[in-house]
């Protein structure tokens, strides 16, 4: 088998979601178009949850990968995904009613 990120073990890994619809991006939440070309931002690309230069081991490990959007994530790079980008279960920087 292939060792390069694109090897065949990653391919396996990305080929998973294909035919599926409804698949969100792990960053922002949003649905990702599986039939946009791989070049357009908002396409497919498989994303690794923890660095795979800083976890290689990690690199080929099905859990340790999950869908995004092409641009969310070149905007996460290769660290940890940024205040923002991901979504949470509430907006927690409103205020509650009880709270004012």
Known sequence: MSDSKYGSRHRKNRDAYKGHDNVRCW????LI???LKRTD????????????????ELRYDP???AP????????KGAGDPK?????TSRDWSRKRERDE
């Open 27 to 30: 960053l922002c939440g949003d």
């Open 33 to 35: 178009d599986m039939s």
């Open 41 to 56: 931002p908002m396409s497919f690309e498989l994303d690794h949850k923890k660095s795979a230069a800083k976890f290689p």
């Open 63 to 65: 859990a340790n990968t």
């Open 68 to 75: 995004s959007h092409r641009q969310c994530n070149r905007d």
């Open 83 to 87: 205040p923002g980008l991901t979504r």
